[in-house]
């Protein structure tokens, strides 16, 4: 029989180990949609990602039967794993099939699961198993999970979405009698935006550290999302949910967490049709006709957004805060502007539907830089006319000056007594009217050059 004390003892030391191991485990992901794509498109988006720093894909798959999910699919895994680049399944059983029927039978992603599951890219959680997520937990009961987890022998790492299930953000002592058992870790995908109407802040992560709180009290972990917007305008939903400083407000706030993260997971790398994409949108991909209005290959670019989220996973790997993000080494400063394409008294034709949240849309200049020393400063200037000029200190700066007008937007940097150094300059420009013959609010975004 072990002593209380020699007992207590051995309990700290192996708490001490588990949460060790936690710490051993910050990584940061990018939520990929497996659409058709080449295999030279595929294998780009794993070279982008990782110059970027991400360390892999949340492959989502609705549908798992059609063919090119087996081709994308073998094209990711074969080249992620002669570049040791890591992917786990993200289970989007929120979904339906393109035939109309429900998707929801999770047998049918097992030939996913028997041929990937052991491939050298599939990115292992801290027990060693094959880490898998949702999108939603397909309104499925804890019995339909466990068992679907013991036909895989409760082999793997789950970290779903159970965010649409009661309870959850609140952390209810009966979510976790109910959940508890099915789940390693928890990811949320609502709480990267602020509801419609609400007065919720863009960037707040005030639901996800309940959770995150809720989490740790069980032993398990976290994995945070990190996004931009939300604007959709196809599939039967017109909607915008706030963007404006979204992603840096995230990064920073993130950065602050007590406890934090174990994962982030930004939202998304290729989701033209909800427009918060920060990589390739290649033109095979999707050709929904509402969806190609407003995203597609020749239309706006969101890569300017990458070089933050690169400092953003310096920082949060290293443990700092938004004020130790740095610039790379030689850089003096990296940065992106983003606005709206069209004003807020932009008006369209009679029968032309404004999306849900219109009203929250703002006429601003949304901006972000990090820099490595104060003595900087950005000028904002709208149409020719001078906007804001801020000064800058170390680190993540932002901000978001209301009085946007039609034309041009330009982001300037300089030092202190010195000549502009870099800068932005939107080529899309803003419109007061309705060009495109719908309301249009996918972001315009222009890196720092």
């Given at each position: 029989?072990?002593?209380?004390?020699?007992s207590?003892?051995?309990l700290?030391?192996a708490?001490?180990?588990?949460?060790?191991?936690?710490?051993q485990?910050?990584?940061?992901?990018?939520?990929?949609l497996?659409?058709?794509?080449?295999q030279?498109?595929?294998?780009?988006?794993?070279?982008?990602?990782?110059?970027?720093?991400l360390?892999?894909?949340?492959?989502?798959?609705?549908?798992?039967?059609?063919?090119?999910?087996r081709?994308t699919?073998?094209?990711l895994?074969?080249y992620?794993?002669?570049r040791?680049?890591k992917?786990?399944?993200?289970?989007d059983?929120?979904?339906?099939?393109?035939?109309?029927?429900?998707?929801?039978t999770?047998?049918?992603?097992s030939s996913?699961?028997?041929?990937?599951?052991?491939?050298?890219?599939?990115y292992?959680?801290p027990?060693?198993?094959?880490?898998?997520s949702?999108?939603?937990?397909?309104?499925?009961?804890?019995?339909?999970?466990?068992?679907w987890?013991?036909s895989?022998?409760?082999q793997?790492?789950?970290?779903?979405?159970?965010?649409?299930?009661?309870?959850?953000?609140?952390?209810?002592?009966?979510?976790?009698?109910?959940?508890?058992?099915?789940?390693?870790?928890?990811?949320?995908?609502?709480?990267?935006w602020?509801?419609?109407?609400?007065?919720?802040?863009?960037?707040?992560?005030?639901?996800?550290?309940?959770?995150?709180?809720?989490?740790?009290?069980?032993?398990?972990?976290?994995?945070?999302?990190?996004?931009t917007?939300?604007y959709?305008?196809?599939?039967?939903t017109?909607?915008?949910?706030l963007?404006?400083?979204?992603?840096?407000?995230?990064?920073?706030n993130?950065l602050?967490?007590?406890?934090g993260?174990?994962?982030?997971?930004?939202?998304?790398?290729?989701?033209?049709?909800?427009?918060?994409?920060?990589g390739?949108?290649?033109q095979?991909?999707?050709?929904?006709?509402?969806?190609?209005?407003?995203?597609?290959?020749s239309?706006?670019?969101?890569k300017?957004?990458?070089?933050?989220?690169?400092s953003?996973?310096?920082?949060?790997?290293?443990g700092?805060n938004?004020?130790?993000m740095?610039?790379p080494?030689g850089?003096t400063?990296?940065?992106?502007?983003?606005?709206?394409?069209?004003?807020?008294c932009?008006?369209?034709?009679?029968?032309?539907?404004?999306?849900?949240g219109f009203?929250?849309g703002?006429?601003?200049?949304?901006?972000?830089?990090?820099?490595?020393?104060s003595?900087m400063?950005?000028?904002?200037?709208?149409n020719?006319?001078?906007?804001?000029?801020?000064?800058?200190?170390?680190?993540l700066n932002?901000?978001?000056?209301?009085?946007?007008?039609?034309?041009?937007?330009?982001?300037?940097?300089?030092?202190?007594?010195?000549?502009?150094?870099a800068?932005?300059?939107?080529?899309?420009?803003?419109?007061a009217?309705?060009?495109?013959?719908?309301?249009?609010f996918?972001?315009?975004?222009?890196?720092?050059?």
């Amino acid at each position: 029989m072990h002593s209380p004390l020699i007992s207590t003892a051995l309990l700290f030391y192996a708490v001490g180990l588990f949460w060790a191991d936690l710490v051993q485990t910050k990584a940061v992901f990018a939520h990929y949609l497996i659409y058709t794509t080449t295999q030279a498109h595929a294998e780009q988006d794993i070279s982008d990602a990782m110059a970027m720093g991400l360390d892999g894909f949340a492959l989502n798959v609705g549908d798992p039967r059609p063919s090119y999910v087996r081709n994308t699919l073998y094209y990711l895994f074969n080249y992620a794993a002669s570049r040791n680049f890591k992917l786990f399944l993200s289970v989007d059983v929120g979904n339906t099939c393109g035939d109309g029927t429900p998707c929801y039978t999770l047998a049918n992603y097992s030939s996913i699961f028997s041929t990937y599951l052991s491939n050298p890219a599939w990115y292992l959680g801290p027990n060693g198993y094959p880490v898998v997520s949702t999108f939603s937990s397909g309104g499925f009961t804890n019995a339909q999970w466990i068992a679907w987890k013991a036909s895989l022998h409760s082999q793997i790492y789950f970290i779903p979405d159970f965010d649409d299930t009661q309870g959850y953000y609140q952390s209810d002592i009966g979510w976790w009698n109910y959940w508890g058992g099915v789940v390693d870790g928890l990811f949320s995908w609502e709480s990267n935006w602020p509801l419609i109407d609400s007065t919720t802040t863009p960037g707040d992560v005030a639901q996800d550290q309940m959770v995150l709180n809720g989490a740790r009290a069980h032993g398990k972990q976290y994995m945070i999302g990190l996004s931009t917007l939300q604007y959709k305008d196809s599939y039967n939903t017109n909607l915008y949910r706030l963007g404006d400083l979204c992603l840096p407000q995230r990064m920073q706030n993130i950065l602050e967490m007590s406890p934090g993260p174990d994962f982030v997971e930004v939202i998304t790398w290729n989701d033209g049709g909800e427009s918060h994409y920060i990589g390739n949108i290649w033109q095979e991909q999707n050709q929904n006709p509402d969806v190609t209005r407003y995203t597609s290959a020749s239309g706006p670019s969101h890569k300017g957004w990458q070089p933050l989220v690169t400092s953003f996973i310096q920082a949060f790997k290293a443990g700092l805060n938004s004020s130790a993000m740095l610039p790379p080494a030689g850089t003096t400063a990296i940065g992106a502007l983003w606005f709206k394409p069209m004003l807020q008294c932009a008006t369209c034709a009679s029968g032309v539907s404004q999306p849900q949240g219109f009203d929250q849309g703002r006429d601003a200049m949304n901006w972000a830089v990090v820099v490595p020393a104060s003595g900087m400063y950005v000028r904002l200037i709208t149409n020719g006319v001078y906007l804001r000029l801020t000064n800058l200190s170390p680190g993540l700066n932002f901000g978001s000056p209301e009085g946007m007008q039609a034309g041009t937007q330009v982001l300037q940097m300089a030092k202190q007594g010195q000549p502009t150094f870099a800068s932005c300059q939107g080529s899309g420009g803003v419109t007061a009217s309705c060009p495109q013959g719908f309301y249009n609010f996918n972001y315009q975004v222009v890196g720092l050059q």
